[in-house]
T-cell receptor, first 114, second 114 residues
């Protein structure tokens, strides 16, 4: 089983450029999440979705947008990248809410903004 | 706001020794406490979790203890092996589907020396 797949795995952007990270899950999970991981700061929730067509803000949503047009996909967009958005981004999905049951993570996407 | 403090940030043990990682949470409504293991270049993976109605849970060489009065919980790994080397994250959640309320600790890098 593929589980949670993120693309691309690596990307380098210049300040002001835009990009989209794609997350796909094949477990028929309702819940999907985007986290960022920075040294010494653990995992911080950017946006999440509780079902197709729904999105909500997490802890650090500024500078990011998301869309969940299909149940299996969750897209994270950066409209105008900034160096502060240099990070490793993880997508996750779950059968029940992440504060109740297991999160299944992708392998991460490393983004560098110059 | 709610937070989860995790200590130590790095831990080095000899193969066969025990390792203990401690976390303290601030939200007294938290009732779900998972632990995730992140190997190099991979996404985090759930290794064990505990809910507030129990004080201890074991799974082979790993165990988690919870003290709700003191608002802290710990991960115990016995008979450590080189493959236990990874970053470990604790987290605390309220449950009940509040999916933005799973708060992660800052992580512990465990190195098991052969």
């Amino acid at each position: 089983n593929a589980g949670v797949t993120q693309t691309p795995k690596f990307r380098v952007l210049k300040t002001g450029q835009s990009m989209t990270l794609l997350c796909a899950q094949d477990m028929n999970h309702e819940y999907m999440y985007w986290y960022r991981q920075d040294p010494g700061m653990g995992l911080r929730l950017i946006h999440y979705s509780v079902g197709e067509g729904t999105t909500a803000k997490g802890e650090v949503p500024d500078g990011y947008n998301v869309s969940r047009l299909k149940k299996q996909n969750f897209l994270l967009g950066l409209e105008s990248a900034a160096p502060s958005q240099t990070s490793v981004y993880f997508c996750a999905s779950s059968y029940v809410g992440g504060d109740t049951g297991e999160l299944f993570f992708g392998e991460g996407s490393r983004l560098t903004v110059l | 706001g709610e937070n989860v403090e995790q200590h130590p940030s790095t831990l080095s043990v000899q193969e066969g020794d025990s390792a203990v990682i401690k976390c303290t949470y601030s939200d007294s409504a938290s009732n779900y406490f998972p632990w995730y293991k992140q190997e190099l270049g991979k996404g985090p993976q759930l290794i064990i979790d505990i809910r507030s109605n129990v004080g201890e849970k074991k799974d082979q060489r790993i165990a988690v203890t919870l003290n709700k009065t003191a608002k802290h919980f710990s991960l115990h790994i016995t008979e450590t092996q080189p493959e236990d080397s990874a970053v470990y994250f604790c987290a605390a959640g309220r449950g009940g589907g509040a999916t933005n309320k799973l708060i992660f600790g800052t992580g512990t890098l465990l190195a098991v020396q052969p």
